[in-house]
């Protein structure tokens, strides 16, 4: 019965544990991969170097594997023992700067700062370059690439299909479709992700812009976009409670929708208008993408703007643990004791992927709601639309409001055929 919302929740779960495997390669060291080592080799040279980093090793990380690092961490060295600065040059088994710099990547060394704020006391942590290669590469190409793709695809529909005209004689006089709070809602939650969506991409391809019109011109670009992004932030999630507290019950999935998508909602097909109550499938799709989607981008959001806070990622991990499905698929235990530095990393990633996905979905929302179809930006526009276009397009529940029964086009046999008692 549930068949859109149930799918709806299996992408969103499939999304989180692609996320979750992606990200796993920027903040957890894997299982020790230096199993083409021959072990006796491996000790002999560790031995030799006492616990420092063998060429193997070496040669392993720059390839992006995982190496143990459980010797080097517990031959950190005891910094008490160490020669007066004032002696010869040498620890004389005291802490030598590589023991330091070991103690300082692993957080083992005993800091003391001024600073008493969260992760003061970390110094190096060494997942940064992992997300910067990351968020450049992969990221940076898919999303793009993405976004593109969908334009090109709704250009090559139009072209092919052409716009979705109202077919029968159009009455000349209007319904209510939409509601003054229902319209505000929506253009406010529209207006604010057009907002960070637009921001958001500037900061994200900043660098790609800074040959374009240059340091000084992109600093100006960059510091109102980041501060409109942060501040419309707030706009969007108040009107995404406003959206699904409306139109929630509108939106329950049923047996009307199963028919409407094996029509493929008459979009491909001229003349063919399946029935539907005031949503049809397609737009409980977008609802639930909205929602589902909108609500993991805030929640990524608001642990970006109180990382100390609001961390997400250890505490989702944990979850994911627990459900042994990581372990499942071969990634592991997935890591929960993450630095501060790890959960932004994570967050800054997690919203990217999400808000990618939520674009390409709100570019096609805009395409079917202005140049795609005749008479569909009215709804949200005046609040009225075209009778014969309510008909055509959500006639269940046009019957419902008005009290008229409506003649529906079968696709199977392409003519009109009277209406049933609707199936739920």
Known sequence: MAKSSSGSGVGLFLLLVIAAFVVTAIVSPRATDTSGIDP??????????????????????????????????????????????????????????????????????????????????????????????????????????????????????????????????????????????????????????????????????????????????????????????????????????????????????????????????????????PPAKKFNAGQKLIFWSVILLGGSISLSGLSMLFPFELPMFGKTFNVLNQTGIPQVLGLGVLPTDLLPHHEMQLATAWHAIVSFALMAIIIAHIYIGSVGMEGAFDAMGSGEVEKQWAREHHSIWYEDVTGEKVAHHDADHGRARPQGAPAE
């Open 40 to 273: 006796a080799v491996l000790a002999e040279a560790r031995e030799a170097t006492g616990g420092a980093m063998t060429r193997e090793e070496i040669m392993a990380r720059q390839e992006g594997l995982s190496v143990d690092t459980s010797l080097r961490r517990s031959n950190i060295g005891n910094p008490d023992q160490a020669a007066p600065i004032s002696g010869q040059l040498g620890t004389l088994g005291g802490a030598s700067d590589s023991d330091m710099f070991r103690a300082l990547r692993y957080s083992e060394a005993n800091l003391t700062t001024q600073a008493r704020g969260p992760a003061a006391d970390v110094v190096i942590q060494d997942t940064g370059m992992g997300w910067l290669t990351f968020r450049e590469g992969p990221l940076a190409r898919l999303g793009g690439w993405g976004l593109l793709g969908t334009i090109g695809l709704l250009l090559l529909f139009y072209f092919a299909r052409g716009r979705i005209a109202i077919d029968g004689k159009k009455t000349g006089e209007t319904i209510t479709r939409f509601a003054g709070f229902e319209r505000f809602s929506h253009w406010l939650l529209a207006t604010s992700f057009i907002l960070l969506g637009i921001t958001g991409l500037i900061v994200f391809f900043g660098r790609q812009l800074i040959p374009l019109i240059g340091h000084d011109s992109f600093a100006t670009i960059a510091l109102y976009s980041k501060w409109v992004h942060n501040n419309v932030a707030w706009a969007f999630m108040v009107s995404l409670v406003f959206v699904f507290v409306v139109w929630v019950w509108h939106n329950i999935p049923n047996m009307t929708d199963v028919r409407w998508m094996a029509q493929g909602g008459g979009l491909f097909v001229k003349g063919v208008h």
